[in-house]
């Protein structure tokens, strides 16, 4: 079974500095999707981000950029000029051939502040 | 383009009484998914649809929860009897197909809380 550890339940950010929020992985699958998720408070989980096992380059997707390591299962995002409107939780998901399942891990609460 | 709607977004009932909540995926998305999402803790998938066919309910506590989407479009997930162990909220989610490449896209969940 997959599991996705993230081991920072809160972080803090001045506005406009830079943040990486860490996630790691178990999976003895070759094929597989990583994602970033967001979930403001009280509104809906949206993607921030994803990267497919198999490309060596990191995904980026404006201010958000991950630095994913394959061979040490690791899968960190880095947010660039931090906003207020990055203030939510953010979740590392895990989504792997053998299972159409998302796996997510417990979540990183990001204050960011002014 | 409309996303994924639930209702109710608040739902207070006591142990024991049975409750139900609704789920309307993103129009032509084939795959529609059930989560439990309880406090400080990660989404955890309950069950997943392909049209209105079930392809993984395992973590599914099929003693009480039960599922169905008919016709493949809206989904409802009922619990009965409720157990205050099941407070917590309950999102949905849709894919075009199904596939661990599929992003989801995700409602904005329905908050139970369990007296």
Redesign the interface.
Known sequence: AQTVTQSQPEMSVQEAETVTLSCTYDTSENNYYLFWYKQPPSRQMILVIRQEAYKQQNATENRFSVNFQKAAKSFSLKISDSQLGDTAMYFCAFSGAGSYQLTFGKGTKLSVIP | EA??AQSPRYKIIEKRQSVAFWCNPISGHATL?WYQQIL??????LI?FQNNGV??DSQLPKDRFSAERLKGVDSTLKIQPAKLEDSAVY?CASSKL????????????TRLLVL
């Open positions: 996303g994924v998914y400080g803790q990660g989404p955890k998938l997943q392809v993984d999102l199904a596939g661990y490449q599929e992003t989801q896209y995700f409602g904005p969940g």
